[in-house]
């Protein structure tokens, strides 16, 4: 599986971006699948994950829950994140991520449990 993550872009406080992350071959609804952000200088942390398969499961940061919205379209292969209210603090470079086999949340959560990674996509938010 190949992950091409678009949609990043320089913003100002307040307002909203649309990440996008479409996967390459075949299955993706058999893949759970994951946000993830790293700032300069910090460790790449947890922004929001969904479950493979029609349940679609939704997990959140803290940090972003009721701010951010991860949704998935299987006839496109991508996987969605809509980040609305944006704070200078979400700055980062965002990467998706796909695993096959992994359930619950501290799977979701956990960079380990996933298999396939895109390049990233920068974040920028303005104050």
Known sequence: VQLQA????????GDSLRLS???SGRAFGSYGMGWFRQ?????????AGITWSSYSITYYADS???R??????????TVYLQMNSLKPEDTAVYFC??????SGSSWYRNAA????????TL???SS
């Not at 951010?68 to 292969?77: A, E, G, H």
């Open 64 to 66: 972003v829950k009721g």
């Open 123 to 125: 974040v920028t938010v």
């Open 68 to 77: 951010f919205t991860i949704s998935r379209d299987n006839n496109k292969n």
């Open 6 to 13: 678009s949609g990043g872009g320089l913003v100002h406080a």
């Open 39 to 47: 700032a300069p200088g910090k460790e790449r942390e947890f922004v």
């Open 97 to 102: 991520a796909a695993s096959q086999g992994i």
């Open 113 to 120: 449990s996933y298999h396939y990674w895109g390049h990233g």
């Open 21 to 23: 992350c479409t996967a």
